[in-house]
């Protein structure tokens, strides 16, 4: 598994609570990360379905020619 290094500030006060607290930052951190971009993940997948239903039986090749009917408009 490949890492990456994050570096970011945050209020002394809050730090120091958390290390006295035994806070496990990069465990708090990759969990916190995990659950934003499940969320987020979940909210475009649902987007996406929403867009599909709302295409009804449009066609791929209707969507890319009228899609390019658009450009030639502009």
Known sequence: METEVL???VRK???DEA???GVD??????ELL???VADKRAKAQ???EDLRS???????EEWVE???ETRHEM
């Open 13 to 15: 006060s809050l730090k």
């Open 34 to 36: 995990e659950g934003i």
């Open 54 to 60: 709302a295409m009804g039986n449009v066609t791929v």
């Open 19 to 21: 290390e006295k607290m």
């Open 25 to 30: 930052f990069k465990a708090a951190v990759e």
């Open 7 to 9: 570096s970011v500030r």
């Open 66 to 68: 009228d899609v390019k």
């Open 46 to 48: 649902k987007r996406a």
